[in-house]
């Protein structure tokens, strides 16, 4: 997957690029380059010292990706919890509220059985919650609202198996309390996460592929 | 005793997870049906299975599959058929949704009216070019009065003879050729179908507005209430807006220059459009621009959340206050 310092998955399908990235064989077998800039998980893996190959789920597991946007990450994800035709059994649910997102990810769910693209609000999960019966391996929150640690919280309890992984992407420009930098936030959301008891295995900060923002790789 | 129930099943156990009793609905496989399900559950209602089983166990406890204080027991979960089913049902309500987003006429008059702003710059710029390419070769041809005319006079010209005497001009000895006067009469002629495809639009946006804010669009006339809207991302955030927020809307740039910079607030954003402002003197824009905002938000307050339209006996009010205000400040302060 990681060659060099590009990011590739294998492509689950075959000869489509979705967000205009660089597809390239290998051994006969199609990867799509995971762009850094465009995608904040991808970020992550490129700035990651410690976790880089344990913050993405495994093969075959069920995700909830809250605040899904357009399905650039989401493309990478369902490469390698899905694969081609879904072969792995994976599940990823996609939460967005956005329209004019869902749209790109119903159009992608159409070659990508497993991938279940919903609209609704990420803060109201009784609304979409039945779409999830059982609870998830992986949960991924990127919705930058002031309330975005709080919403975190509340999904990773809800929702997380014991010993899943949760990714929090924080975008420091999104909390309402002006601390005077970006550092004191980050170390206070930390701290909050924390106090939840949850461990924080790393804390990531994108500077340099995401403006103010930092992703926390946490398990409960 | 515990009642779980889910969008499929429901069922009754006590509180050591023995359970008692189950209801299972089987009718998943029709599409249609099951989004209603999720329609009924989302809304936090009960299902006909667990209602069926609050009947028979009225002191048992109702939860929601999920609920953290679920007793550990073999609820009825759904098998992996019904699950992929609930994936097609939910892409199914997804679509639906998106579907319904074009319904929705903010948005529609959203690309109404950026799409206007776009025709009318491209036929700004097209009507200076047409003007200027014109006045070289009709040096003595003045068009300030009538530009927009213009374009339909090349339209109607032969030549540029008729077109001289159609200016009422005399002709220089030096004339374009055969086929530069052609392009000139083609960019004519966009230029004339540019200026009705506005016209069309705003029509257009008249109308949707009219109806989707009748009294904003009686106060402020429908493209001006049109284009609020669209600032504030909405009839439902524009209703929210406070009075302060509306009078400046659209002259952001100024707005934050001032908090920044200490330079003078702006006094008036889109609402300077309205002739109550614009035809006004200089020194009582602020005042009347202050006055028209607070019962504009009024006026978009009863659209947004279903008062009586305004007719024109409301309007008639505000006109008259700016009269008043008018008439109170004949004349500028004195520095």
């Known amino acids: 997957m990681i060659d060099g310092k590009a990011i590739w998955s294998l492509n689950a399908v075959p000869k489509q690029s979705v967000y205009g990235e660089t597809l390239r064989k290998f051994r006969g077998e199609e990867y799509r380059r995971w762009d850094p800039t465009r995608s904040k998980l991808g970020a992550a893996i490129a700035r990651a010292r410690n976790s880089q190959y344990e913050l993405l789920p495994d093969e075959g597991d069920t995700c909830l990706y809250l605040g899904a946007g357009h399905g650039t990450s989401i493309s990478h994800i369902y490469d390698q919890v899905c694969g081609q035709n879904n072969v792995k059994q994976g599940r990823i649910i996609a939460i967005d509220i956005s329209t004019r997102c869902l749209r790109d990810l119903i159009h992608m769910s159409q070659s990508r059985p497993g991938l279940v693209p919903v609209l609704g609000d990420a803060r109201k999960s009784d609304k979409w919650g039945l779409m999830v019966p059982n609870k998830v391996d992986w949960i991924l929150q990127d919705v930058s609202q002031a309330d975005q640690c709080e919403i975190f919280v509340n999904m990773v309890k809800k929702f997380l198996k014991p010993e899943g992984k949760a990714l929090l992407s924080l975008k420091a420009a999104s909390e309402r309390f002006s601390k005077d930098s970006d550092k004191e936030v980050f170390t206070a959301v930390r701290e909050q996460l924390e106090s939840e008891g949850f461990t924080v295995t790393e804390q990531i900060s994108l500077h340099g592929l995401e403006d103010k923002h930092c992703l926390y790789f946490v398990r409960n | ?335």
């Open chain 2, 1 to 335: 005793m515990w009642l779980w129930y889910d969008w499929r099943a429901a069922a009754v156990a006590d509180s050591d997870g023995n359970i008692l009793d189950i209801e299972i609905w089987d009718g998943w496989k029709d599409l249609d049906a099951l989004c209603s399900r999720i329609d009924i559950i989302s809304n936090n209602a009960t299902t006909p299975e667990a209602e069926r089983l609050l009947e028979r166990f009225p002191d048992s406890k109702l939860r929601i599959h999920g609920s953290a204080d679920l007793p550990q027991a073999d609820w009825p979960l759904p098998n992996h058929e019904a699950i992929e089913y609930l994936d097609k049902a939910a892409i199914l309500l997804s679509k639906r949704g998106v579907e319904a987003a074009a319904g929705d006429p903010d948005r529609r008059l959203e690309h109404l009216i950026h799409a206007s702003d776009e025709l009318r710059a491209s036929l700004l710029t097209m009507e200076s070019r047409l003007v200027e390419w014109v006045g070289l070769f009709l040096p003595e041809a003045r068009f300030e009065r009538d530009r927009a005319g213009l374009a339909v006079k090349v339209t109607a010209s032969e030549n540029l003879t008729t077109l001289a005497e159609e200016l009422n001009v005399s002709l220089p000895s030096t004339g374009p050729s055969q086929n530069e006067w052609v392009s000139l009469k083609d960019w004519a002629t966009s230029v004339r179908d540019l200026g009705s495809r506005i016209e069309l639009m705003e029509n257009v946006i008249r109308e949707l507005s009219s109806t989707h804010m009748p009294s904003l669009s009686a106060l402020l006339g429908p493209i001006l209430a049109a284009r609020l809207s669209v600032e504030a991302h909405g009839l439902m955030r524009l209703a929210r807006l406070p009075a302060g927020t509306m009078q400046i809307l659209g002259a952001e740039k100024a707005f934050f220059n001032h908090l920044k910079t200490g330079a003078p607030s702006p006094k008036h954003g889109h609402i300077f459009m309205h002739p109550w402002i614009s035809r006004s003197p200089r020194w009582v824009r602020g005042k009347i621009a202050r006055m028209v905002a607070a019962k504009a938000t009024i006026a978009a307050r009863c659209d947004a959340y279903g008062g009586t339209a305004w007719g024109s006996k409301e309007v008639d009010e505000v006109a008259k206050k700016v009269a008043i205000i008018r008439s109170e400040n004949p004349k500028p302060p004195m520095r």
